[in-house]
């Protein structure tokens, strides 16, 4: 059972426009949110999260929003730039110890930006 | 903030082969540790997860297994290998109170 889902494998978008990447949960507990962002042969790198008591968090050009009501969540990327190109990967968890607070993981959108 | 050390970051293994790879951690003590497989066309799977030294718990059964000897080493191993564990490999930190996980480089596994 999927909790975490990317239901886009690939997106392509023009430098200088919008990227969004869209992420769906099934788990009402589910209470932190991330993104992350891949390049082949390395490891994931931190991009921006969000609380569930928000429904937007944003940095620079990177925007996280959150419907609550929805079960999703989204990534925008405003302008999107060639060095943006990677896989982005949806992740959430819920708060508690043991392996309630353990990461669950999205399989991942290929963002391609073109110039 | 944490950095993670994996290694070797590219192994070649037959099948029915051992397997042992190490990760260490810095800038942080007492970390939740985590073993990640990113297999081809698929997303970041929990093999293991360790809250502390000598814990660990299995998510997926396998022929894999994790061990943490110390507070900053985790290590994935396998007696006998399947052409099926190839993947990349990926060990991943969590500290205090974040609730983010930094991830190391990854290890690169092609069983033959």
């Known amino acids: 059972d999927q909790q975490v889902k990317q239901n886009s494998p690939s997106l392509s978008v023009q430098e200088g426009r919008i990227s969004i990447l869209n992420c769906d949960y099934t788990?009402?507990?589910?209470?932190?949110f991330l993104w992350y962002k891949k390049y082949p042969a390395e490891g994931p790198t931190f991009l921006i999260s969000?609380?569930?008591?928000?429904d937007k968090n944003e940095d620079g050009r990177f925007t996280v929003f959150l419907n609550k009501s929805a079960k999703h969540l989204s990534l925008h990327i405003v302008p999107s730039q060639p060095g943006d190109s990677a896989v982005y990967f949806c992740?959430?968890?819920?708060?508690?110890?043991?392996?309630?607070?353990?990461?669950?993981f999205g399989k991942g959108t290929k963002l391609s930006v073109k110039p | 903030s944490q950095t993670i050390h994996q290694w070797p970051a590219t192994l070649v293994q037959p099948v029915g082969s051992p397997l042992s790879l190490e990760c260490t951690v810095e800038?942080?003590?007492?970390?939740?540790l985590y073993w990640y497989r990113q297999a081809a066309g698929r997303g970041l799977q929990l093999l293991f997860y360790?809250?502390?030294?000598?814990?660990i718990s299995s998510e997926v059964p396998q022929n894999l297994s994790a061990s943490r000897p110390q507070d900053r080493q985790f290590i994935l191993s396998s007696k006998k290998l399947l052409l099926s564990d190839s993947g990349f490999y990926l060990c991943?930190?969590?500290?205090?109170?974040?609730?983010?996980?930094?991830f190391g480089e990854g290890s690169r596994l092609t069983v033959l």
């Open positions: 800038g942080t003590s007492n970390p939740n």
């Open positions: 969000i609380s569930s008591i928000k």
């Open positions: 360790s809250v502390g030294i000598g814990q």
């Open positions: 788990n009402s507990m589910f209470d932190y």
């Open positions: 991943a930190s969590a500290g205090g109170f974040v609730r983010e996980l930094f």
């Open positions: 992740a959430a968890s819920r708060g508690g110890g043991g392996s309630q607070g353990n990461l669950i």
